[in-house]
C-alpha cells in the first residue's frame, strides 16, 4: 500500500553519526587502557626497560587502533552508497557497533595472554566478527534499492566482498595456529591490516 506524502525519509546519516561516535569512544578506551610505565631510575635504560615491560600492551595497541580504523573506512564506504535506512538495517548496524565495542576488552585480553589459544581465539573471533556484522550490513544495503544513493557498479561491489572476507579467513587461520604455533597467529595479526593498505580496485572510484 503506498502511504504517498506521509513516508518516511529515514536518512542513514544519524545511524552513521552514532557509528562515527562509538569508533573514536572504543579508539580512545585503547589508549586509556594502557598501563603507565613504571620507570624505577632517571636513566635511558630504565626508560627503555619500563616500555619493555609494557611491549604486549603497545602492540595490541597498535594492531587494534589500525583494524578500528580501516573498519571505520569500511564503514564510511557503506554510507556512500546508502543513504537511507530502515529497522533492519538499523539492527545490522546495530550489531556491528556492539563487537565494535568489544574490541578494547579483546585487545586487553590478549595483551595480558598474549601467546594462549584461549586470548588469540578471542581476540580473532571479535575482529571477525567486526568484519562479518558489516558485511551482513552492507550486503543488506545494497540488495534494497530504495535504500540507494547512486549507482553501485559492479566492480565495487565484487571487490568489496573480498575485502570484508579477507579478514575472517586471516583471523581463522591465526586460531587453527593458536594452538600450536602462537607466534604465527599473533604474526597474522599483524600482517592482516597491511593487506587493506595494499592498492585495490575501489581505488580509482575514490577522489
Known sequence: MDVGPNKLSMSSTRLETLGDGIFSVAMTILVIELRIPDVRGNSVADFTHALYDIRHQLFCYFISFIVLGIM????????EYVSKTNRYFIFLGIIFYMVICLVPFSTRFLAANEFRWSSILMYALNLSLCNLALFFQWNYGIRRRTLLTRELPAEVK???????LISP?????AILFSFFLPLVSIFIFFITPVLYLLPNKIDKYLP
Open 72 to 79: 571505520w573506512y569500511g564503514h564510511r564506504m557503506v554510507f
Open 158 to 164: 565484487s571487490e568489496a566482498q573480498k575485502l570484508f
Open 169 to 173: 579467513v586471516m583471523y581463522a587461520v
